[in-house]
Protein backbone atom coordinates (compact mmCIF):
# COMPACT_ATOMS: atom_id res chain seq x y z
CA UNK A 1 0.00 0.00 0.00
CA UNK A 2 2.80 2.19 0.59
CA UNK A 3 4.46 1.45 -2.20
CA UNK A 4 0.85 2.03 -4.23
CA UNK A 5 0.78 5.63 -2.72
CA UNK A 6 4.01 6.60 -3.39
CA UNK A 7 3.83 6.22 -6.58
CA UNK A 8 1.21 7.92 -7.17
CA UNK A 9 2.73 10.83 -5.36
CA UNK A 10 5.54 10.65 -7.92
CA UNK A 11 3.49 10.18 -10.98
CA UNK A 12 1.22 13.38 -10.00
CA UNK A 13 4.16 15.85 -8.84
CA UNK A 14 6.07 14.99 -11.86
CA UNK A 15 3.60 17.02 -14.24
CA UNK A 16 3.07 19.55 -11.28
CA UNK A 17 6.66 20.07 -10.89
CA UNK A 18 7.44 20.80 -14.15
CA UNK A 19 4.43 23.07 -14.76
CA UNK A 20 6.53 26.83 -15.38
CA UNK A 21 8.86 24.82 -17.45
CA UNK A 22 5.56 23.83 -19.40
CA UNK A 23 3.91 26.76 -19.32
CA UNK A 24 7.33 28.37 -20.87
CA UNK A 25 7.49 25.92 -23.57
CA UNK A 26 4.35 26.88 -24.92
CA UNK A 27 4.47 30.73 -24.15
CA UNK A 28 1.14 30.67 -23.03
CA UNK A 29 -0.94 33.28 -20.54
CA UNK A 30 -1.98 32.30 -16.93
CA UNK A 31 -5.54 32.56 -18.40
CA UNK A 32 -4.65 29.93 -20.78
CA UNK A 33 -2.30 27.73 -18.44
CA UNK A 34 -5.75 27.89 -16.28
CA UNK A 35 -7.51 25.94 -19.33
CA UNK A 36 -4.51 23.72 -19.92
CA UNK A 37 -4.64 22.56 -16.50
CA UNK A 38 -8.21 22.31 -16.75
CA UNK A 39 -7.80 18.96 -18.70
CA UNK A 40 -6.10 17.56 -16.51
CA UNK A 41 -8.43 17.56 -13.68
CA UNK A 42 -11.20 17.09 -16.89
CA UNK A 43 -9.79 13.42 -17.12
CA UNK A 44 -9.61 12.79 -13.56
CA UNK A 45 -13.15 13.73 -12.35
CA UNK A 46 -14.15 11.80 -15.42
CA UNK A 47 -12.55 9.20 -13.82
CA UNK A 48 -13.70 8.94 -10.29
CA UNK A 49 -17.47 7.90 -10.58
CA UNK A 50 -16.74 5.13 -12.63
CA UNK A 51 -13.82 4.02 -10.27
CA UNK A 52 -16.20 2.43 -7.12
CA UNK A 53 -18.17 0.03 -9.89
CA UNK A 54 -14.62 -0.87 -11.56
CA UNK A 55 -13.21 -1.85 -8.31
CA UNK A 56 -16.23 -3.80 -7.40
CA UNK A 57 -16.16 -5.72 -10.35
CA UNK A 58 -12.24 -6.22 -10.98
CA UNK A 59 -11.10 -5.28 -7.59
CA UNK A 60 -8.77 -2.34 -6.03
CA UNK A 61 -5.52 -3.93 -7.56
CA UNK A 62 -6.38 -4.58 -11.05
CA UNK A 63 -8.22 -0.85 -10.98
CA UNK A 64 -5.40 0.65 -9.66
CA UNK A 65 -3.29 -1.52 -12.74
CA UNK A 66 -5.79 -0.21 -14.97
CA UNK A 67 -5.12 3.53 -13.50
CA UNK A 68 -1.39 3.57 -13.34
CA UNK A 69 -1.72 2.38 -17.65
CA UNK A 70 -3.74 5.35 -18.39
CA UNK A 71 -1.62 7.67 -16.71
CA UNK A 72 1.33 6.33 -18.40
CA UNK A 73 -0.62 7.08 -21.42
CA UNK A 74 -1.15 10.37 -20.82
CA UNK A 75 2.65 11.01 -19.28
CA UNK A 76 4.07 9.51 -22.85
CA UNK A 77 1.78 11.90 -24.70
CA UNK A 78 2.40 15.12 -22.22
CA UNK A 79 6.45 14.31 -22.97
CA UNK A 80 6.05 13.94 -27.09
CA UNK A 81 3.82 16.76 -27.09
CA UNK A 82 6.54 19.29 -24.77
CA UNK A 83 9.51 17.51 -26.89
CA UNK A 84 7.84 18.70 -30.20
CA UNK A 85 5.74 21.58 -28.97
CA UNK A 86 3.12 20.06 -30.43
CA UNK A 87 -0.40 22.13 -30.71
CA UNK A 88 -2.21 22.34 -27.65
CA UNK A 89 -4.65 20.03 -27.98
CA UNK A 90 -1.85 17.17 -27.75
CA UNK A 91 -0.63 18.57 -24.64
CA UNK A 92 -4.38 18.59 -23.08
CA UNK A 93 -5.07 15.23 -24.75
CA UNK A 94 -2.24 13.69 -22.40
CA UNK A 95 -3.06 15.90 -19.15
CA UNK A 96 -6.68 14.66 -20.04
CA UNK A 97 -5.54 10.78 -19.69
CA UNK A 98 -3.21 11.43 -17.03
CA UNK A 99 -5.94 13.11 -14.79
CA UNK A 100 -8.06 9.90 -16.02
CA UNK A 101 -5.96 7.39 -15.03
CA UNK A 102 -4.64 9.23 -11.68
CA UNK A 103 -8.55 10.08 -10.70
CA UNK A 104 -8.82 5.95 -10.81
CA UNK A 105 -6.21 4.70 -9.39
CA UNK A 106 -6.61 7.42 -6.08
CA UNK A 107 -10.21 5.93 -6.00
CA UNK A 108 -8.72 2.32 -5.98
CA UNK A 109 -6.01 2.70 -3.22
CA UNK A 110 -7.80 4.79 -1.05
CA UNK A 111 -10.73 2.19 -0.88
CA UNK A 112 -7.98 -0.65 -0.17
CA UNK A 113 -6.68 1.89 2.25
CA UNK A 114 -10.02 1.69 4.22
CA UNK A 115 -10.40 -1.43 3.95
CA UNK A 116 -6.63 -2.02 5.46
CA UNK A 117 -8.17 0.99 8.51
CA UNK A 118 -11.05 -0.83 9.42
CA UNK A 119 -9.24 -4.40 9.40
CA UNK A 120 -6.86 -2.96 11.73
CA UNK A 121 -9.40 -0.70 13.98
CA UNK A 122 -7.12 2.25 13.73
CA UNK A 123 -6.28 5.79 11.95
CA UNK A 124 -3.33 4.61 9.44
CA UNK A 125 -5.11 6.36 6.41
CA UNK A 126 -3.05 9.58 6.99
CA UNK A 127 -0.03 7.10 6.92
CA UNK A 128 -1.08 5.88 3.48
CA UNK A 129 -1.25 10.17 2.24
CA UNK A 130 1.86 10.18 3.51
CA UNK A 131 3.36 7.84 1.80
CA UNK A 132 1.91 9.80 -0.99
CA UNK A 133 3.23 13.58 0.48
CA UNK A 134 6.54 11.45 0.62
CA UNK A 135 6.46 10.66 -3.32
CA UNK A 136 5.40 14.27 -4.04
CA UNK A 137 8.36 15.48 -1.90
CA UNK A 138 10.77 13.31 -3.68
CA UNK A 139 9.11 13.94 -6.78
CA UNK A 140 9.46 18.05 -6.59
CA UNK A 141 12.54 18.30 -5.62
CA UNK A 142 13.68 16.44 -8.49
CA UNK A 143 11.56 18.57 -10.60
CA UNK A 144 13.71 21.88 -9.40
CA UNK A 145 16.94 20.45 -10.02
CA UNK A 146 16.13 18.95 -13.06
CA UNK A 147 14.78 22.18 -14.56
CA UNK A 148 17.52 24.15 -12.35
CA UNK A 149 19.48 22.10 -14.95
CA UNK A 150 17.22 22.69 -17.91
CA UNK A 151 16.99 18.91 -18.28
CA UNK A 152 14.07 18.10 -20.66
CA UNK A 153 10.39 17.53 -19.40
CA UNK A 154 10.06 14.69 -22.04
CA UNK A 155 12.96 13.08 -20.64
CA UNK A 156 11.89 13.61 -17.17
CA UNK A 157 7.90 12.44 -17.33
CA UNK A 158 9.50 8.99 -19.79
CA UNK A 159 11.64 8.49 -16.87
CA UNK A 160 8.46 8.07 -14.38
CA UNK A 161 6.72 6.03 -17.12
CA UNK A 162 9.78 3.09 -16.86
CA UNK A 163 9.03 3.14 -12.46
CA UNK A 164 5.57 2.71 -13.08
CA UNK A 165 6.40 0.27 -15.26
CA UNK A 166 9.03 -1.26 -12.92
CA UNK A 167 7.61 -0.98 -9.67
CA UNK A 168 3.90 -0.62 -9.73
CA UNK A 169 2.89 -3.88 -10.88
CA UNK A 170 4.82 -5.67 -8.33
CA UNK A 171 3.43 -3.52 -5.33
CA UNK A 172 -0.59 -4.16 -6.85
CA UNK A 173 0.25 -7.64 -5.99
CA UNK A 174 0.67 -7.21 -2.49
CA UNK A 175 -2.75 -5.92 -1.56
CA UNK A 176 -5.56 -7.29 0.54
CA UNK A 177 -6.99 -10.62 -1.13
CA UNK A 178 -10.05 -10.37 -2.63
CA UNK A 179 -12.63 -12.04 0.19
CA UNK A 180 -11.25 -10.30 2.74
CA UNK A 181 -11.63 -6.83 0.93
CA UNK A 182 -14.82 -7.85 -0.33
CA UNK A 183 -17.00 -6.51 2.70
CA UNK A 184 -16.36 -3.19 0.78
CA UNK A 185 -19.67 -3.38 -1.82
CA UNK A 186 -19.11 -0.76 -4.20
CA UNK A 187 -21.78 -1.16 -7.11
CA UNK A 188 -24.79 1.64 -6.32
CA UNK A 189 -28.00 -0.21 -5.40
CA UNK A 190 -26.36 -2.95 -3.97
CA UNK A 191 -28.28 -3.93 -0.51
CA UNK A 192 -25.87 -3.45 2.43
CA UNK A 193 -26.47 -5.91 5.34
CA UNK A 194 -29.54 -3.96 6.76
CA UNK A 195 -31.53 -4.53 2.93
CA UNK A 196 -30.51 -0.12 2.28
CA UNK A 197 -30.57 0.41 -1.03
CA UNK A 198 -30.38 4.67 -0.82
CA UNK A 199 -28.04 5.98 -3.66
CA UNK A 200 -24.84 7.88 -1.34
CA UNK A 201 -25.83 10.82 -3.62
CA UNK A 202 -29.01 11.36 -1.39
CA UNK A 203 -27.01 10.94 1.89
CA UNK A 204 -26.83 14.65 3.52
CA UNK A 205 -23.80 13.12 5.42
CA UNK A 206 -21.94 11.69 2.81
CA UNK A 207 -22.66 14.92 0.42
CA UNK A 208 -21.27 16.93 3.42
CA UNK A 209 -17.93 15.14 3.59
CA UNK A 210 -17.67 15.40 0.02
CA UNK A 211 -18.23 19.52 0.26
CA UNK A 212 -14.75 19.23 2.95
CA UNK A 213 -12.74 17.44 0.91
CA UNK A 214 -13.63 19.81 -1.72
CA UNK A 215 -12.34 22.47 0.42
CA UNK A 216 -9.21 20.42 1.39
CA UNK A 217 -8.66 19.66 -2.21
CA UNK A 218 -8.88 22.68 -3.37
CA UNK A 219 -6.83 24.06 -0.47
CA UNK A 220 -4.13 21.17 -1.58
CA UNK A 221 -4.48 21.55 -5.38
CA UNK A 222 -4.20 24.93 -5.32
CA UNK A 223 -0.62 25.08 -4.09
CA UNK A 224 -0.01 22.02 -6.07
CA UNK A 225 -1.04 24.03 -9.70
CA UNK A 226 -0.01 27.39 -8.89
CA UNK A 227 2.42 27.70 -6.08
CA UNK A 228 5.79 27.71 -7.90
CA UNK A 229 3.68 29.73 -10.69
CA UNK A 230 2.94 32.05 -7.93
CA UNK A 231 6.18 32.66 -6.28
CA UNK A 232 8.11 33.25 -9.97
CA UNK A 233 5.69 35.52 -11.62
CA UNK A 234 4.78 37.21 -7.62
CA UNK A 235 8.20 37.16 -6.66
CA UNK A 236 10.45 37.29 -9.32
CA UNK A 237 12.37 33.63 -8.24
CA UNK A 238 13.59 31.26 -10.99
CA UNK A 239 11.63 28.41 -12.16
CA UNK A 240 13.85 26.17 -9.53
CA UNK A 241 13.21 28.52 -6.70
CA UNK A 242 9.75 28.11 -7.18
CA UNK A 243 9.61 24.54 -7.08
CA UNK A 244 11.35 24.52 -4.12
CA UNK A 245 8.66 26.52 -2.43
CA UNK A 246 6.03 23.74 -3.81
CA UNK A 247 8.83 20.84 -1.89
CA UNK A 248 8.62 23.02 1.28
CA UNK A 249 4.76 23.33 1.08
CA UNK A 250 4.56 19.11 0.51
CA UNK A 251 7.39 18.45 2.78
CA UNK A 252 5.30 20.16 5.32
CA UNK A 253 1.97 18.16 4.58
CA UNK A 254 4.12 14.72 4.45
CA UNK A 255 5.38 15.74 8.42
CA UNK A 256 1.39 16.73 8.77
CA UNK A 257 0.08 13.24 7.79
CA UNK A 258 2.71 11.39 9.79
CA UNK A 259 1.67 13.06 13.07
CA UNK A 260 -1.43 13.08 12.13
CA UNK A 261 -2.67 9.85 13.69
CA UNK A 262 -1.49 10.89 17.33
CA UNK A 263 -3.34 13.99 16.82
CA UNK A 264 -6.61 12.33 15.54
CA UNK A 265 -6.52 9.89 18.45
CA UNK A 266 -5.90 12.48 21.35
CA UNK A 267 -8.75 15.43 20.11
CA UNK A 268 -10.73 13.60 17.53
CA UNK A 269 -11.57 14.93 13.80
CA UNK A 270 -13.39 17.45 14.00
CA UNK A 271 -10.67 19.39 16.20
CA UNK A 272 -7.96 18.49 14.40
CA UNK A 273 -9.21 19.77 11.39
CA UNK A 274 -10.66 23.20 12.78
CA UNK A 275 -7.18 23.79 13.71
CA UNK A 276 -5.56 23.00 10.12
CA UNK A 277 -7.89 24.45 8.37
CA UNK A 278 -7.13 27.90 10.18
CA UNK A 279 -3.40 27.50 9.94
CA UNK A 280 -3.52 26.41 6.42
CA UNK A 281 -5.42 30.07 5.90
CA UNK A 282 -2.59 31.56 7.58
CA UNK A 283 -0.11 29.84 5.62
CA UNK A 284 -1.49 31.12 2.54
CA UNK A 285 -1.70 34.37 3.45
CA UNK A 286 1.92 34.54 4.46
CA UNK A 287 2.51 33.40 0.99
CA UNK A 288 0.77 36.04 -0.56
CA UNK A 289 1.41 39.39 1.71
CA UNK A 290 4.49 38.16 2.98
CA UNK A 291 7.42 38.50 0.69
CA UNK A 292 9.77 36.32 -1.05
CA UNK A 293 11.13 35.05 2.21
CA UNK A 294 8.44 34.98 4.31
CA UNK A 295 6.60 33.36 1.74
CA UNK A 296 8.40 30.00 2.08
CA UNK A 297 7.23 30.33 6.21
CA UNK A 298 3.98 30.35 4.51
CA UNK A 299 4.52 27.74 2.23
CA UNK A 300 4.91 25.13 5.26
CA UNK A 301 1.83 26.24 7.42
CA UNK A 302 0.07 25.95 4.11
CA UNK A 303 1.36 22.59 3.54
CA UNK A 304 0.62 21.73 7.64
CA UNK A 305 -2.83 22.72 7.36
CA UNK A 306 -4.14 21.11 3.92
CA UNK A 307 -2.34 17.73 5.31
CA UNK A 308 -5.01 16.04 6.83
CA UNK A 309 -7.90 17.17 5.28
CA UNK A 310 -7.53 14.50 1.78
CA UNK A 311 -7.31 11.35 3.77
CA UNK A 312 -9.57 12.30 6.90
CA UNK A 313 -12.58 12.62 4.28
CA UNK A 314 -11.67 9.67 3.04
CA UNK A 315 -11.88 7.93 6.28
CA UNK A 316 -15.22 9.40 7.27
CA UNK A 317 -16.83 8.28 4.13
CA UNK A 318 -15.65 4.87 4.81
CA UNK A 319 -17.28 5.05 8.70
CA UNK A 320 -19.92 2.87 7.94
CA UNK A 321 -18.11 -0.39 6.00
CA UNK A 322 -20.96 -1.92 4.28
CA UNK A 323 -20.93 1.07 1.48
CA UNK A 324 -17.75 2.49 1.53
CA UNK A 325 -16.53 1.83 -1.05
CA UNK A 326 -19.35 4.01 -3.29
CA UNK A 327 -19.21 6.21 -0.46
CA UNK A 328 -15.27 7.15 -1.19
CA UNK A 329 -16.10 6.98 -4.90
CA UNK A 330 -18.69 9.97 -4.35
CA UNK A 331 -17.23 11.78 -1.70
CA UNK A 332 -13.73 11.61 -4.00
CA UNK A 333 -16.43 12.80 -7.20
CA UNK A 334 -16.85 15.93 -5.17
CA UNK A 335 -13.35 16.95 -3.59
CA UNK A 336 -12.31 16.52 -7.59
CA UNK A 337 -14.39 19.20 -8.23
CA UNK A 338 -12.05 21.89 -6.89
CA UNK A 339 -9.11 20.29 -9.41
CA UNK A 340 -12.26 21.10 -12.07
CA UNK A 341 -13.23 24.71 -10.93
CA UNK A 342 -9.41 25.57 -9.70
CA UNK A 343 -7.32 25.95 -12.42
CA UNK A 344 -9.76 27.88 -14.39
CA UNK A 345 -10.49 30.44 -11.44
CA UNK A 346 -7.38 30.58 -10.71
CA UNK A 347 -6.44 31.55 -13.83
CA UNK A 348 -8.99 33.99 -14.84
CA UNK A 349 -8.07 35.95 -11.56
CA UNK A 350 -4.49 35.23 -12.46
CA UNK A 351 -4.60 37.01 -15.79
CA UNK A 352 -6.44 40.20 -13.70
CA UNK A 353 -4.81 40.51 -10.19
CA UNK A 354 -1.81 38.71 -10.87
CA UNK A 355 -1.59 34.55 -9.67
CA UNK A 356 0.12 35.39 -6.22
CA UNK A 357 -3.11 37.40 -5.59
CA UNK A 358 -5.54 35.02 -6.99
CA UNK A 359 -4.56 32.43 -4.10
CA UNK A 360 -7.23 34.58 -1.74
CA UNK A 361 -9.19 32.08 -2.50
CA UNK A 362 -7.94 29.69 -0.43
CA UNK A 363 -8.97 31.34 2.32
CA UNK A 364 -12.55 31.45 1.24
CA UNK A 365 -12.99 27.61 0.77
CA UNK A 366 -11.27 27.35 4.68
CA UNK A 367 -14.00 29.22 5.01
CA UNK A 368 -16.31 27.30 4.06
CA UNK A 369 -15.02 23.90 5.65
CA UNK A 370 -14.66 25.45 9.07
CA UNK A 371 -18.45 25.51 8.80
CA UNK A 372 -19.23 21.78 7.90
CA UNK A 373 -16.57 19.91 9.78
CA UNK A 374 -19.16 18.82 12.37
CA UNK A 375 -19.96 16.14 9.42
CA UNK A 376 -16.89 14.26 9.76
CA UNK A 377 -17.53 13.57 13.60
CA UNK A 378 -16.54 10.07 14.23
CA UNK A 379 -19.70 8.01 15.02
CA UNK A 380 -19.86 7.11 18.78
CA UNK A 381 -19.01 3.29 18.49
CA UNK A 382 -16.02 4.17 16.26
CA UNK A 383 -14.43 7.00 18.41
CA UNK A 384 -11.35 6.20 20.37
Request: neutral net charge; hydrophobic residues 55%.
Amino acid sequence: MFVVFTLAGICFASIAARIPDIRDVFEVSPAQLGIILLSLSAGSVCGLPSAGPIAARLGQSSTVRLGMGLAMIGLSTIALATQLVAPRPVLMVGLFFAGMGIGIWDVAMNIEGAAVERLLATNVMPHFHAAFSAGTVGSALLGALLSHLQFPVALHLIGVVLLLIAVGIAATGRFLPPKVAASLPGEDGIPDRRGNRRSPWTEPRTLLIGVLVLCAAFTEGTANDWLAVALVDGYGLSNAAGVVGLAVFLTFMTAGRILGTRWLARYGRVAVLRALFVIAAVGAALVIFGGSVLAFVGAALWGLGASLGFPVGMSAAADDEDRAAMRISVVATIGYLAFIAGPPLLGFLGEHIGVLRSLTVVGALALLALLILPAAREPEHTQR
